[in-house]
T-cell receptor
Framework: GDSVTQMEGPVTLSEEAFLTINCTYTATGYPSLFWYVQYPGEGLQLLLKATKADDKGSNKGFEATYRKETTSFHLEKGSVQVSDSAVYFCALILTGGGNKLTFGTGTQLKVEL | EAGVAQSPRYKIIEKRQSVAFWCNPISGHATLYWYQQILGQGPKLLIQFQNNGVVDDSQLPKDRFSAERLKGVDSTLKIQPAKLEDSAVYLC??????????FGPGTRLTVT
């Protein structure tokens, strides 16, 4: 079945450090890929998305590129802030799959001063 | 635009008791989803409604979980009787004309 694999956390970084959170997927069709963020005590928010190979999604300094050849969608940010501390979820939707989101297990990011 | 509303935010019950959660989606959103998020895991879809009809309930434990969306607007998810393993955050989401899902803040259920 379809699945998403993320690197385990927690990831702890100092402010202004470079962030990479790895995400790979397995899908029978051609998925759209997403990163969601969950701040403490809040619901999930869509951070960025990409709908086809080589698309780059970007938002709030975060970016991720849809790599079909490596089935990956790694999240990156050049300089993290304390306010970026949250749990990040990679997810996919299959085209024609009824809009069903399949999530990874989430990666907790802690950014320290 | 108001977001997805859920209540209660927190609930503590004993095993074998029943509990109900309520969700009001964004106005005009036809599709509504209930997810279960167990600590340390990603959300798992329990049930998807399109208006007041069920699209996908393949992962809903139907012996104890039920959900309805009678008028195609708000929805209720019920657990009866609850088990310890039902402790989780229950998330509601909705979509309109695009496939972007908007999530509510969730209900954190603790079963003791």
């Amino acid at each position: 079945g379809d699945s998403v694999t993320q690197m385990e956390g927690p990831v702890t970084l100092s402010e202004e450090a470079f962030l990479t959170i790895n995400c790979t997927y397995t899908a029978t069709g051609y998925p759209s890929l997403f990163w969601y963020v969950q701040y403490p005590g809040e619901g999930l928010q869509l951070l960025l998305k990409a709908t086809k190979a080589d698309d780059k999604g970007s938002n709030k300094g975060f970016e991720a590129t849809y790599r079909k050849e490596t089935t990956s969608f790694h999240l990156e940010k050049g300089s993290v802030q304390v306010s970026d501390s949250a749990v990040y979820f990679c997810a996919l939707i299959l085209t024609g799959g009824g809009n069903k989101l399949t999530f990874g297990t989430g990666t907790q990011l802690k950014v320290e001063l | 635009e108001a977001g997805v509303a859920q209540s209660p935010r927190y609930k503590i019950i004993e095993k074998r008791q029943s509990v109900a959660f309520w969700c009001n989606p964004i106005s005009g959103h036809a599709t509504l989803y209930w997810y279960q998020q167990i600590l340390g895991q990603g959300p798992k879809l329990l049930i998807q409604f399109q208006n007041n009809g069920v699209v996908d309930d393949s992962q809903l434990p139907k012996d104890r979980f039920s959900a309805e969306r009678l008028k195609g607007v708000d929805s209720t998810l019920k657990i009866q009787p609850a088990k310890l393993e039902d402790s989780a955050v229950y998330l509601c989401a909705s979509t309109g004309v695009t496939y972007e899902q908007y999530f509510g803040p969730g209900t954190r259920l603790t079963v003791t």
